[in-house]
């Protein structure tokens, strides 16, 4: 049992090519100030895989800081390291500092730099040298180094990985393990899709051995609603359409019924799952308007229907298969009307 154990271990090595890696570790050994980003409207995986490799260069002796768009959400606020991430809605002058005075900058968990959001034009004038680790399709972000794996289901993994084959896991602590645990499992729908690789429980091995109490991590996440973000996801439930002969459920917030329920930043936070709890329902949408300019675009499917093409071709957003998103500009009812006209597009897909 120990040698097979030892010998799958082994396959982290092989998972990032070699010289990928040592590129990398070279960039790091060269620079000082390093910036880590992730996309806007942060989840558990862009902010586990950021904090946690923020730890370990900070290990390393690096001077590495976490800037993002924006702030992360409530129930995500027991992170390790939150505290000291430089958001740009509360501190968009120290945000432009640390961009411009990087001398690298990682870029983890998004695919293409208006993901950013308001920082993209500080990360496009930055002269730094730029590594992009992330695990969605087809990259676009211009960098010196690219590690880019679909088929791993997590940044966050992907980060353990680059760091097994780096050698440094033991940088690793307690605290660092919990961020790529959380990215982990929220990614993975607390390892309900994505996750029959073999490998993600060997990881969760090693951060076991870490410290981490992963019962309390889920705990941390899904037991935290509050009387507003109870009634209004019990709101939208009970206003739920289904479509396509029940196969597509569809939810929706107008920005009146956020005023309504006092919404906060969160709140809704996993609704967009609850109707994939019928047997029959394979694709939810929900639509969330945030104001009278734009709408949310939450999707989740079931088995092989891609809401990542329709997140793409649609909405102009994108992510995995079976969990995506994106935006429009204009009102909750355009938004409707847009997504009504493009259903028959891709019913054929439905099983």
């Not at 196969?247 to 019924?257: G, K, N, P, Q």
Request: charge should be negative; hydrophobic fraction near 40%.
């Amino acid at each position: 049992m120990e040698t097979t154990y030892r010998q799958r271990r082994s396959r982290f090595k092989t998972v990032i090519d070699n010289e990928t890696v040592e590129r990398v570790k070279h960039l790091l050994l060269c620079a000082q100030n390093i910036v880590i980003t992730c996309h806007v409207s942060p989840d558990g995986d862009a902010l586990g895989s950021t904090l946690a490799l923020c730890s370990v260069l900070r290990a390393l002796g690096k001077d590495a800081h976490v800037v993002t768009a924006d702030c992360a959400p409530k129930a995500l606020l027991f992170m390790p390291g939150l505290r000291d991430v430089v958001t740009a809605t509360r501190q968009p002058e120290r945000a432009a500092e640390l961009i411009a005075a990087a001398d690298l900058v990682f870029c983890l968990d998004f695919n293409d730099l208006k993901r950013v959001d308001r920082l993209s034009p500080c990360f496009e004038q930055s002269k730094a040298q730029r590594v992009v680790i992330d695990h969605h399709l087809d990259p676009v972000i211009d960098c010196d180094v690219l590690i880019s794996y679909p088929e791993v289901s997590s940044t966050s993994a992907l980060v353990y990985i680059f760091l097994w084959q780096a050698g440094w896991t033991r940088y690793l602590n307690r605290s660092s393990a919990v961020c790529i645990y959380t990215g982990m499992m929220t990614d993975t729908g607390n390892f309900s899709y994505n996750s029959n690789d073999p490998d993600l429980y060997l990881i969760i091995h090693d951060l076991l051995r870490k410290g981490i109490d992963k019962d309390n991590i889920y705990r941390l996440v899904h037991n935290n609603s509050t009387q507003s973000s109870l009634r209004i996801n019990g709101y939208a439930q009970y206003r739920v359409e289904f479509l396509c002969g029940g196969r597509v459920a569809l939810l929706m917030l107008s920005a009146d019924d956020l005023r309504e329920f006092d919404y906060s930043k969160g709140d809704t936070e996993g609704l967009v799952n609850t109707p994939l709890t019928i047997p029959e329902v394979q694709w939810s949408i929900f639509l969330r308007e945030d104001s009278k300019e734009l709408v949310k675009v939450s999707m989740r499917s079931k088995g092989s229907f891609p809401v990542n093409l329709v997140c793409e071709r649609e909405f102009g957003g994108g992510g995995h298969v079976n969990a995506s998103g994106g935006e429009f500009h204009g009102s909750l009812t355009d938004a409707v009307s847009r997504l009504l006209e493009a259903i028959p597009n891709y019913e054929n897909m439905l099983e």
